[in-house]
């Protein structure tokens, strides 16, 4: 007779009871089978050795390959590594969540972490009611294939497991892709669910950030300027993107740059502001603002960018006794137009040096 208890959950209309059920289970010490948009995997809470030492031994798996932590959150990221790399976070943004697993260098000092934030609404909510996350390696013995489907998944592990979610056949049924950013050149030790030329693209991709007060001028104008260079150039290489340091998000821009941006033949009446965060700099390569103040916003926000945040004259290599770019709002056309001038030379040395 079966000791697990197996429930139905349709992912349409998901029963909150048992997902409060699986974490108490896991708090607890238990192990559950989860579904996920790869394969099934079997969960044990990260923080009680005994039910991961259960996990090791019912898998038949060797102690010395551990098990990747799998979050419901993106920011959780910080909590299990350290001297993140600028490579991570755009993988992160681009493919959280999703069939990625990032080894990074972990915060228990030289040894290294597996991450990964599953596209699975019901094992996200799971997860995020377990004290310290979780480790879900696939439900199936260690040798044999992944279990695509619920009837794979319990075929060996029935009466092993104490739990288990049973929601259909899983979306990709191929593993996660896994990339190591521990190393100076990204390593790829298995290519799943994410070919291996997409996340190549992703890493090589130049991310460039304009920073300005309320991101309705001036970061508008060199992000827009930038843009039109780089379709000019015909480079898909460059994501360029604009925020400000306090104006709250949603705003539109000020009609002085709509009017002199429309000169240039750009149109951005769609644009509406964004406020700098911490996400948005760490996964930029460059941030550019356009006076001190700005530099000493983004870095209060994010500490570890310190290396890549620069003045736009600065990177530009423009001295001409005036490396801040004056504010235009509230100023005249013909201010407006100086301000974009001077902006667009920057830019135009920045587009030759990224």
Known sequence: MSLTKIVRIDPRHIKEDYIHEAARILNSGGLAILPTETVYGVGASMLNQKAVTRLYEIKKRPQDKPFSVHIARKDKVEE???SIPVSAYKLID??????????????????????????????????DEVHGSIVLPSANLSGNPPAKDFEEAIKDLDGLVDFAIDAGETRLGLESSIVDLTKENPDFPRIGAIRKEDLDREIAKKNVLFICTGNSCRS?????????IMREQKRDDVEVSSAGIMMISGIGVSSGTKEALAREGIDVTGHLSHKITKEMARRSDLILVMEKVHEDAVLRVAPEVKNRVFLL??????????????????????????????????????????
């Open 313 to 354: 004259k600065e990177f530009a290599k423009i001295d001409d006794g005036h490396l801040n770019i004056a504010d235009p709002i509230g100023k005249s056309s013909d201010f407006y137009e100086k301000t974009l001038a001077s902006i667009k030379e920057a830019v135009e040395r920045v587009s030759k040096l990224i």
């Open 80 to 82: 299990f590594a350290r």
């Open 220 to 228: 508008v104008m060199a992000e827009a300027i930038l843009k039109k």
């Open 94 to 127: 681009k493919f959280w969540p999703g069939p990625l697993t990032v080894i990074l260098k972990s915060v228990k000092g030289g040894a290294t972490v597996g991450l990964r934030m599953p596209d699975n609404e019901i094992t996200l909510k799971v997860i």
